[in-house]
């Protein structure tokens, strides 16, 4: 991780944790949060999905919040930084699909001595 990422997500882990200490931050609109939790959402940045998962915890008064992924990892995510997308229901894995069956290869036997254009495998 760069510093300058380093930097920003403590900043954002400070702001998250003066939010909840005191409540709203100073000067914010009392404002319900626009997502709530158990909300499946994907994150997006210049047309790149970046995370995808369910809302665990919001937090008041900032555009804040917590998303655990599908890999499990939790994510603190800004929605000021990424377009955020709710979606019904997740996809389903790519694993549970049926695989389709691959055709089946013949294999020619390799003989352990050459064939010569006559046909015999006689060497001498």
């Known amino acids: 991780m760069s510093i300058a990422n380093r930097d920003l997500f403590q900043a954002l882990k400070t702001q998250a944790s003066l939010a909840q200490a005191?409540?709203?931050?100073?000067?914010?609109k009392?404002?319900?949060h626009p997502l709530s939790p158990g909300?499946?959402?994907e994150a997006w940045?210049?047309?790149r999905l970046y995370h995808r998962g369910s809302v665990v915890k919001t937090v008041?008064?900032?555009?804040?919040f917590w998303l655990t992924d599908d890999t499990g990892s939790r994510r603190l995510l800004d929605?000021?930084?990424m377009e955020i997308v709710t979606v019904d229901q997740p996809a389903p894995a790519p694993a549970a699909q049926a695989p389709e069956p691959t055709p089946s290869a013949t294999v020619t036997p390799i003989s352990a001595y050459p064939?010569?254009?006559d046909g015999s495998?006689?060497?001498a």
């Open 121 to 123: 495998q006689q060497i």
């Open 60 to 64: 008041a008064g900032t555009d804040l």
């Open 79 to 81: 929605m000021e930084s």
């Open 39 to 41: 909300d499946y959402i």
């Open 115 to 117: 064939m010569f254009h």
């Open 22 to 28: 005191f409540g709203s931050m100073s000067g914010s």
């Open 30 to 32: 009392e404002e319900p």
């Open 45 to 47: 940045h210049n047309g």
